[in-house]
Structure formats: C-alpha cells, structure tokens
C-alpha cells in the first residue's frame, strides 16, 4: 500500500537548520509531484513546497521562499526538504504527500524552533 515516512524533524534554535526526508512506497514515486505541507496548532494546513517528478520545477511558499530547498532522489524514492534560518514560526508538524494521489500522506515529523 501507499506508504510515506517523514524523518528529521527536532528540537533547533532559531537560526538553525533542518533536513527533513520522506521515503515512499508503494506507488511509483518517480512519476509523482511531491509536496511539503506543515501545520501548526491551531492553524490550517500549508503546503510549503512543491517539486515535479522530474525536480524540474519547484514552487514555495512566500513564508520559507529563500530559506528552504526541496529535492528528491527518485532512485532512492526520497524527497528532501532543507530549512535554514529557522524562526520559531516555523514550529509545526511537517507532512509529505504526493500530489493528487489518493491517501498519500505521511505521519509527518515534528520541527520545534526554540531557544
């Protein structure tokens, strides 16, 4: 079945970085775009990142654009996001999903920005 399982995530204090992966299985990872998402409590779901199949496109979202980077191993069925300059806003649990296929959701990874 489709699998996504997100690691990485931790505790960092604000200027910090993160590398967050997500490992897929179960469909054919290569021809999907994947997606970043986060969200934090109290607040709706927000779709980060963005990358084709191909990673010949990528989109962010205007609160990490300049500060992460997304990209994929489609050998290793992985997508990567880096976050650097971390902020305490950006406190949140991060998902993976692979756009437009039906239940492709990971359990997502907890990120904490604090000093």
């Known amino acids: 079945q489709v699998q996504l399982v997100e690691s990485g995530g931790g505790l960092v204090q604000p200027g910090g970085s993160l590398r967050l992966s997500c490992v897929a299985s179960g469909f054919s990872f290569s021809m999907y775009t994947m997606r970043w998402y986060r969200q934090a409590p109290g607040k709706e779901r927000e779709l980060v990142a963005t990358m084709s199949s191909a990673g010949g496109v990528t989109v962010y979202a205007d609160s990490l654009k300049g500060r992460c980077a997304i990209f994929r191993d489609n050998a290793k069925n992985t997508v990567y996001l880096q976050m650097n300059s971390l902020k305490p806003e950006d406190t949140a649990m991060y998902y993976c999903?692979?756009?437009?296929?039906?239940?492709?959701w990971g359990q997502g990874t907890q990120v904490t920005v604090s000093s």
């Open positions: 999903n692979a756009f437009a296929l039906p239940g492709a």
